[in-house]
């Protein structure tokens, strides 16, 4: 089929993508207490989104069909963040399905990194700036 595309690419920061939290980083987030763990991200996805999330809202869920379709996607992850894995499986999902995604893990940082007040947070903004045509 004839696809055409009007988004050129994406840019994901710390995506939380999985409405299930289910993810390794989730479990992991709760030995250091329910604020990072799986208990806040239940409580985010009911408080800011519908909940239980239809499937065809939940991109980890997405079929290859649709997931080929996605235009070059980079994906910016803090090392120490709850939603890490998130973004570690979609970006995998989507190399399977040949779309071109550049990962980029800051290193030694929680989620809350990226603003502009921290050191590393201005790098990602600046990284970011640079993927932008």
Request: include cysteine; hydrophobic fraction near 40%; glycine fraction near 6%.
């Amino acid at each position: 089929t004839n696809h055409v595309s009007l988004i050129q690419q994406v840019i994901l920061v710390c995506p939380w993508l999985d409405p299930q939290c289910n993810g390794k980083s989730y479990s992991l987030g709760n030995r250091y207490g329910n604020l990072i763990g799986v208990d806040y991200c239940t409580w985010s996805w009911k408080h800011y989104m519908i909940y239980p999330v239809p499937d065809q809202l939940d991109p980890l869920d997405y079929e290859d069909s649709i997931l080929s379709q996605f235009p070059a996607t980079t994906i910016i992850a803090a090392e120490y963040d709850t939603n890490r894995s998130d973004a570690d499986v979609f970006g995998a999902k989507l190399k399977e399905n040949n779309v071109q995604v550049d990962m980029e893990v800051v290193r030694g940082v929680i989620g809350l990194f990226f603003n502009k007040l921290f050191s590393k947070g201005n790098l990602a903004f600046s990284f970011i700036a640079s993927k932008i045509k």
